[in-house]
C-alpha cells in the first residue's frame, strides 16, 4: 500500500513538473526577432477598423531567450528633419509621437504574451504590463491587445498586430 502511494506521489510530482517546462518549451520557440507587418485598430465606439501607424509602419520586435524583450514601432511618414544640429523642438515632438518603442521582460504560454514593462518612450506605460493574445500561423504572430485606450488620441481600441520571425 505505501509503494503503490508513493509511486502516485511520485506519478503527481513528475507530471507537476512538466508545465513549467512546457511554459519555458514555448518562450524558447517563440524567442526570436520579429518584422512588423500590419498594424490595425478597431475603435469600439464606432466599430471601425483603421491602420494603427499608417499604412506602410516599420517595426521590431526582440525577445531573448533569456526572457527580455524590445519594441520598437515607427508610423510611415514621419518627418525627417534637415540634420540633427537644425532639428526644431516641433520636429523633436513629433518624431515622439510618432513612435512606440517599450522593453522589459516577457513570459509567454503559447495563446497570450505578456510584457511587463521597465522603460517606454511614453512613461506612463514604464512600470505597467500589458496582455497581447496571440494566434500563431507559421513564422508569423498575430496580436490582439486587449480594450484600452489608445496611446495617441485616448479612444477605447484594439490593436491587432502581424508580426513575421526573421529567418
Given at each position: 500500500?505505501?509503494?503503490?502511494f508513493?509511486?502516485r506521489?511520485a506519478?503527481a510530482g513528475a507530471?507537476?513538473l512538466l508545465?513549467p517546462?512546457?511554459?519555458?518549451?514555448e518562450?524558447?520557440e517563440?524567442?526570436?526577432n520579429?518584422?512588423?507587418i500590419?498594424?490595425?485598430?478597431?475603435?469600439?465606439?464606432?466599430?471601425?477598423?483603421?491602420?494603427t501607424?499608417g499604412?506602410?509602419?516599420?517595426?521590431?520586435?526582440?525577445?531573448?531567450?533569456?526572457?527580455?524583450?524590445?519594441?520598437?514601432?515607427?508610423?510611415d511618414?514621419r518627418?525627417?528633419?534637415?540634420?540633427?544640429?537644425?532639428?526644431t523642438?516641433?520636429q523633436?515632438?513629433?518624431?515622439?509621437?510618432?513612435?512606440?518603442a517599450?522593453?522589459g521582460?516577457?513570459?509567454?504560454?503559447?495563446?497570450?504574451?505578456?510584457?511587463?514593462?521597465?522603460?517606454?518612450?511614453?512613461?506612463?506605460?514604464?512600470?505597467?504590463?500589458?496582455?497581447?493574445?496571440?494566434q500563431?500561423?507559421?513564422?508569423?504572430?498575430?496580436?490582439?491587445?486587449?480594450?484600452?485606450?489608445?496611446?495617441s488620441?485616448?479612444?477605447?481600441?484594439?490593436?491587432?498586430?502581424?508580426?513575421?520571425?526573421?529567418?
Open positions: 500500500m505505501f509503494m503503490l508513493c509511486s506521489l506519478l507530471a507537476w508545465v517546462s512546457i511554459s519555458v518549451a518562450e524558447q517563440f524567442a526570436g520579429y518584422r512588423l500590419s498594424a490595425t485598430r478597431k475603435l469600439l465606439d464606432t466599430g471601425q477598423t483603421e491602420d501607424f499604412t506602410k509602419p516599420k517595426g521590431l520586435a526582440m525577445y531573448g531567450k533569456d526572457g527580455h524583450f524590445n519594441i520598437l514601432i515607427t508610423y511618414g518627418p525627417k528633419a534637415e540634420s540633427i544640429e537644425k532639428m523642438d516641433q523633436r515632438a513629433d518624431l515622439h509621437r510618432t513612435m512606440t517599450y522593453g521582460t516577457f513570459t509567454f504560454d503559447g495563446s497570450k504574451v505578456v510584457h511587463h514593462i521597465d522603460l517606454a518612450w511614453n512613461e506612463v506605460w514604464a512600470g505597467t504590463t500589458n496582455i497581447r493574445d496571440v500563431r500561423d507559421g513564422d508569423r504572430i498575430i496580436y490582439t491587445s486587449r480594450p484600452a485606450p489608445f496611446a488620441d485616448g479612444k477605447m481600441s484594439v490593436v491587432t498586430l502581424v508580426w513575421e520571425k526573421f529567418k
